[in-house]
């Protein structure tokens, strides 16, 4: 329902900028900014890890520990875009990443970093850093 684009291979120090919107042909595209979006991230072998999200407003932005001071989240509600855009990255940071969105809100429950409570998800894109 949703579709992410961005990734690719590129090597320890390299920025990347991925981008979360609706799939064509499938999420209804006048329903997209009414979500939150989260970014989680899963490595081989590892389970998946919250990355960060955005309110539906875009107003709001929550990062995990370790995506903070490399990793910035931006949205834009004209184009229908949620971006992640990664910074100073490691191979560490090698996985595959997806958006996902849920309507719930992201405060007060706590729960914004739990994958279970996100209703839609894309395909997820690959991103690979090399040493």
């Known amino acids: 329902q949703l579709t992410e684009s961005g990734g690719g291979v590129v090597q320890r120090g390299d920025s990347l900028r991925l981008s979360c919107g609706p799939s064509?042909?499938?999420?209804?595209?006048?329903?997209?900014?009414?979500?939150?979006i989260a970014w989680f991230r899963q490595a081989p072998g590892k389970v998946r890890d919250f990355v960060g999200a955005?309110?539906?407003?875009?107003?709001?932005?929550y990062y995990a520990d370790s995506a903070k001071g490399r990793f910035t989240i931006a949205r834009l509600l004209g184009t229908k875009t949620v971006y992640l855009q990664m910074n100073n990255l490691e191979p560490e940071d090698t996985a595959v990443y997806y958006c996902a969105g849920r309507k719930s809100s992201l405060t007060g429950s706590g729960d914004r970093d739990n994958e279970f409570t996100y209703e839609t998800w894309g395909q997820g894109t690959q991103v690979t850093v090399s040493s």
């Open positions: 955005a309110s539906w407003f875009g107003g709001s932005i």
């Open positions: 064509k042909g499938g999420f209804n595209e006048g329903l997209f900014n009414d979500y939150n």
